[in-house]
């Protein structure tokens, strides 16, 4: 962790630049009817989890390239998300990844009292064979033609539960990379199929208050077919395996050009909109860090999301996923779990009433300048005070890189070896 003195002090020599800042956006504010403390208050109420994985650094398809202070295990990977939560006050919670994270539950309890962190959904494995288990997932897991390497696959969800209830979570999240390569390698039909029955035992095994998240992918590493591809199918399968069954909407895993917050808007409807994993995409799936190639996209998802946000039994759970290449992987999610936390307040800012008005006389032109006039406005003197009277960094990167925190964890932490394949 960094020394809270510190941060103190990194605050000293912003808190009057801050202040006046926060004091003119205010009055601007202050003339289009808005209140800013009332903005500020849900900036500080907000919060999204982080990736445990997402704090080491990732890769292409061709090799990955470590860098320095390289988490060596989940205990590691909880300090590193501390820091990160100490710096923002956004991020209380992290998500696991299983077995990439498998440790005593007492230990992982600990660790996170000391962080000052709490569990998010946990997040099962078949994409990968791991050394002791004694079926591969090169032909599938979930929905293998193999019933006894579907089988394999089960009792792996069922464990990533068991432990998930010990540390606090709620949910499961599903992703598989099952699939074809080739036309008629699979029965398109069959494969779903067994994914279903698949699923509808994992499910029976959820605790009472616990929800499933069925993510899908349109591709990677199945190229020709994806089982889970798109939300229709995602959605397909949480009607088809109950109440406590939703979909999780991952930003980078859709087409090109796909409207993604359409997609959002329609599984509210449903009541079948889980929660998120946010990252951004200029090509596919790139899992850039989020708001770097599109924030207005970012924008349009929390407009959606801040319309419905009274709909009833809207409980969502917020999630980064990202893989950083070039960054240090702290600094890249410092960033985007502000950003994530920045559209939300701009999504905060609409105009709801004016803009039902301009919807209801049908005046397109004046719809989309209400949202723009939301989206231009530079929130950032509300993020930053948000953060300072939470005990967090006015300048959250500034302050890391001050602390020395990466050279310090580098000292501690053996340089991990490159290799190829680095894709996470």
Sequence with gaps: MIDASLIEGENATRNADLASDYDALGERLSRRGVDIETLTDRAMR?????????TGTGGTRFARFPGKGEPRGIMDKLDDCGVIHQLTKATPRVSLHIPWDKADPADLLAKAALTGLGFDAMNSNTFQDQPEQARSYKFGSLSHTDAATRQQAVEHNLECIEIGQAIGSKALTVWIGDGSNFPGQTSLSRQFDRYLDSMRQVYA?????WRIFSEHKIYEPAFYSTVVQDWGTSLMTAQELGDKAQCLVDLGHHAPNVNIEMIVSRLIRAGKLGGFHFNDSKYGDDDLDSGTIDPFRLFLVFNELVELEDTPGLNLSHMIDQSHNVTDPIESLIVSACEIQRAYVQASLVDR?????????????????TLRAAFRTDVEPILAMARARAGAAIDPVATYRTSGYRARVAGQRPQSAAGGGGIV
């Excluded at 009433?353 to 300048?369: I, K, P, S």
Aim: no cysteine.
């Design 353 to 369: 009433v004016v803009l039902e008005g301009y919807r209801q006389d049908n005046d397109a032109l004046m719809a989309a300048a």
């Design 205 to 209: 095994g959820l605790p009472e208050d």
């Design 46 to 54: 907000f919060g999204v989890a982080v990736p445990s994985w997402g």
